[in-house]
């Protein structure tokens, strides 16, 4: 067994301001009714969430889900975090912030694994979740960027501070995602969804 889940991650804010980011999202999110004010609903390997509110319904697109469907909770996090899609987190590639290319973690062909392609993201990695920054130097043009500013991975990992993972919820709509991305002051966000 397990669920499906979606998370909306903040990847420009700080751990200082991720708190109070979360307090005035989750407050937006209680006053519109898409989450109940209480943390009463369990989420899966975690402690208890925000339960679904009265319009958690006008938020999904459910018309690939059966009825009756039942949402579960909204877990919030923050602290520094890999959001990850479960068993779906295999990026295949990732886009230089600089150039725009892309670095290939698999062979196209057979889909193996690219030897060593991986290595500068998963040492950026632990340094970033160590509180350190964690440049990535792209293998085309050589410049080093920051691992939170390369792109093309949002499907199966996001890095930050801040994360909104519902649980258990059909797809989120474009319009509700894009009035969640002007609730975290227009930061950039990334959309990870999977399922474990």
């Known amino acids: 067994m397990g669920d499906y889940f ?17 307090a005035r999202v989750v407050e937006w999110l209680v006053a519109e009714g898409v989450v109940g004010p209480d943390r ?25 889900w059966s009825e009756p469907w039942q949402a579960g909770g909204l877990e919030v996090v923050t602290t520094r975090t890999v959001f990850d899609a479960g068993q779906y987190a295999e990026p295949s590639g ?27 993201f998963a040492v950026a990695e632990q340094a970033w979740l160590a509180g350190t920054d964690a440049p990535v130097r792209c293998a ?3 410049a080093e960027s920051p691992l939170t500013d390369w792109t093309g991975m949002d499907s199966a990992f996001a890095y930050g501070s801040l994360g ?8 989120l709509t474009p319009r509700f995602l894009a009035e969640f991305g002007l609730r975290l002051d227009k930061h950039r966000t990334a959309h990870v969804h999977g399922k474990i």
């Not at 230089?96 to 392609?117: L, V």
């Not at 909104?164 to 797809?171: I, L, M, S, V």
């Open 140 to 142: 085309h043009c050589r």
């Open 164 to 171: 909104f993972t519902f649980w258990g919820w059909p797809e």
């Open 40 to 64: 009463t609903e369990p989420v899966l390997g975690g402690g208890p969430g925000y339960p679904p509110g009265p319009r958690h319904r006008a938020v999904v697109d459910s018309g690939g």
């Open 94 to 120: 990732a886009d230089c912030p600089r150039c725009g290319k892309t670095t290939e973690f698999r062979d196209e062909e057979t889909w193996d694994d690219i030897p060593g392609a991986w290595d500068p």
């Open 6 to 22: 979606q998370t909306i991650v903040d990847t420009e804010i700080s751990e200082a301001d991720a708190v109070p980011m979360a």
